[in-house]
Antibody
Framework: QVQLVQSGAEVKEPGASVKVSCKASGYIFTDFYIHWMRQARGQGLEWMGRINPHTGGTNFAQKFQGRVTMTRDTSINIAYMDLSRLRSDDTAVYYC????????WGQGTLVTVSS | QSALTQPASVSGSPGQSITISCTGTRSDVGSYDLVSWYQQYPGKAPKLMIYEVSKRPSGVSNRFSGSKSGNTASLTISGLQAEDEADYYCYSYGGSSRTWVFGGGTVLTVL
């Protein structure tokens, strides 16, 4: 069965960077986009961007351009989302999901930005 | 890319039907049949309920259906059950910018 398993919770200081991983299994990793979303406590879902695991090509929401990087390692079927220059309002649960339909989701990773 | 517009909340009694709207623009919802709907319980990851406007993934109840007219997509839940009480989000391809966008979310209360 398809599974996306994300890395554990992170606590970061303002100005730092965070890298969240998403390990895929149960399907051919390079056949489907990986999308990244986030959700602040009590708020809605926000699309951040996506990566094509086959080519490494990316698309980002304008809001995150210049601050987010998405990469992948096809040898171990892991996608990564790196967000830099963290602010307190980046505190949220970050999710990865498979395919443009977001058919399968990771369990979420809580990133807390606090001094 | 602005968020799609959903009602903040809807409610219905068990057995009734409800519809949640999702309004975008000619550039997103109006131009592509790439609208999905997700159900989310508190503290849980979202679950895909409808994709490509009206298609249901395997395992999703046929009480859930989707449609689109112009720039507005809709999710209808028939035969409401207590377990349907959750947050619902629509999602659409944004077009030329190759981006995607969510609606603000709708809280469904089963009375």
């Amino acid at each position: 069965q398809v599974q996306l398993v994300q890395s554990g919770a992170e606590v970061k200081e303002p100005g730092a960077s965070v890298k969240v991983s998403c390990k895929a299994s149960g399907y051919i990793f390079t056949d489907f986009y990986i999308h990244w979303m986030r959700q602040a406590r009590g708020q809605g879902l926000e699309w951040m961007g996506r990566i094509n695991p086959h080519t490494g090509g990316t698309n980002f929401a304008q809001k995150f351009q210049g601050r987010v990087t998405m990469t992948r390692d096809t040898s171990i079927n892991i996608a990564y989302m790196d967000l830099s220059r963290l602010r307190s309002d980046d505190t949220a649960v970050y999710y990865c999901a498979r395919d443009d339909t977001l058919s399968d989701w990771g369990q979420g990773t809580l990133v807390t930005v606090s001094s | 890319q602005s968020a799609l517009t959903q009602p903040a909340s809807v409610s219905g009694s068990p057995g009734q039907s409800i519809t949640i709207s999702c309004t975008g623009t000619r550039s997103d919802v109006g131009s592509y049949d790439l609208v999905s709907w997700y159900q989310q319980y508190p503290g849980k990851a979202p679950k895909l309920m409808i994709y490509e406007v009206s298609k249901r993934p395997s395992g999703v109840s046929n009480r859930f259906s989707g449609s689109k007219s112009g720039n507005t997509a809709s999710l209808t839940i028939s035969g409401l059950q207590a377990e349907d009480e959750a947050d619902y989000y629509c999602y659409s391809y944004g077009g030329s910018s190759r981006t995607w966008v969510f609606g603000g979310g709708t809280v469904l209360t089963v009375l």
